[in-house]
């Protein structure tokens, strides 16, 4: 059942996953998280950092991990399976029809009217995850430390060029100093 | 036969090396295939990747899709996209195995507490970068809003929005065009 389950989300998320890896990140807490309620929204975002800080796809590399989390090694191979499945099968669709017609109007305006959408999913999925798990000393007589941490990195990661990588670095040895 | 194994085994390089994947990639895939080995035309290698961007699933999997379709058919496609993934689930798969079982270890425990308010902020910056990036104004604001509301507090699954999105923004496209014909004719 538990496969069943892995295969049809991953498919979904591999069929809608429009607007780059963050939307599809953000479909996959739905899916998992929200959904399922197979994970946290902390061990989600400790899968979501090390998958960050790993090489490959990042979309690759939160399927093949949750996928281990929830089902083992056959749950990796199934999710990772399902989420490249539906990209194979529109190869040959889009060969047809997109690269004929990229200059359509109608493909065109579809394309521009899903960026606010998923704008949107993105925000939802950073929302949820300010939770009193994400924030673990958050309140008015505590030391916020954790908000710090998310604001500093906000501001670097949305002004400035920093690679992600660094910053989660950074904040792994804050953690590991304050706490 | 040959090709095809090129295929892989570039596209398992790029897999196994390219920190952060999606875009820092192209840089790697364009002077593998259109640069060293020159299997396509530069020009060729960039009309296809502005398509590749407007698919959906992983951007680096449908890359290596179509760079290996574009040399070798359907066995370079898949020989392309094995090399991609392949070192992404071993080197996933041992971090995994290894995590799940330190998770509860207090020194990974104190790392992970800093790190996660972290993986807040790489999360929110993309979406506020996206809000500006679509020109998001009064009126448009609905879209955003809405999917906010109905995923935040109705749980409605992203999957249904994005289906309503395409289903609504192709009526509505036919529907002005239609009407921009009949307005010049």
Redesign the interface.
Known sequence: MIYFQLFWAYL???????????A????IQ??IV??YGWMTL?EF??I??????????????MA??TG??VGG?WG??LA?LS??M???L??VF??KF??KN?DN???K??????????????????????NP????DFGLHQNN???I???V??VA??FTKI???L??I???????L?? | MKIVWQLFITFFNI????????YA?LEMVERAVVTKRQWIAKDEFWDMI??VQ?????????TA??TG?KIKGLRG??AA?LG??I???V???L???F??DY?ENP?IE??????????????????????I??K?NWK??I??????VL??FF?V???Y???A??I???S???YS?NRLNKSKS
Do not use: W
């Open positions: 979904k998320i591999g069929i809608f996953g429009f607007g780059g890896g963050y599809m990140l953000s479909m739905f899916e929200d959904h902390e975002a400790d979501v950092a090390l998958s960050q800080m790993t090489p490959g796809p990042v979309g690759i590399n093949t991990f281990y989390t090694f990796s191979m990772t989420l490249v539906p990209s194979l529109l190869l889009v060969l997109l690269f990229k109007f109608i493909v305006s579809t394309l521009s009217s899903m960026k606010p959408v998923i704008a949107g999913l993105i925000f939802v999925a950073a929302l949820q995850m300010m798990g994400n924030f673990t430390i954790s908000v941490i998310c604001a990195s906000f990661v949305f690679n992600p990588i910053l989660i950074a904040s792994g040895l804050v953690g590991y304050v706490y | 897999g196994a090396f390219t920190l952060g994947g999606g990639m502005t398509i407007m698919l959906p699933g992983v951007f680096a999997v449908n899709l179509y379709y496609a898949v996209c991609a993934i070192p992404s689930i080197i996933i798969l971090i995994a195995v995590f799940l998770k020194v104190r790392i992970f507490r800093g790190i996660r308010p972290c993986v807040v902020a790489l999360i929110l910056s993309p979406s506020i970068k996206m809000f990036n679509a998001v448009t604001a879209f955003p809003i809405a999917t906010i995923i935040y749980k699954s992203p999957v929005i994005i289906l999105t395409i609504g923004s192709v509505f496209a036919f065009q």
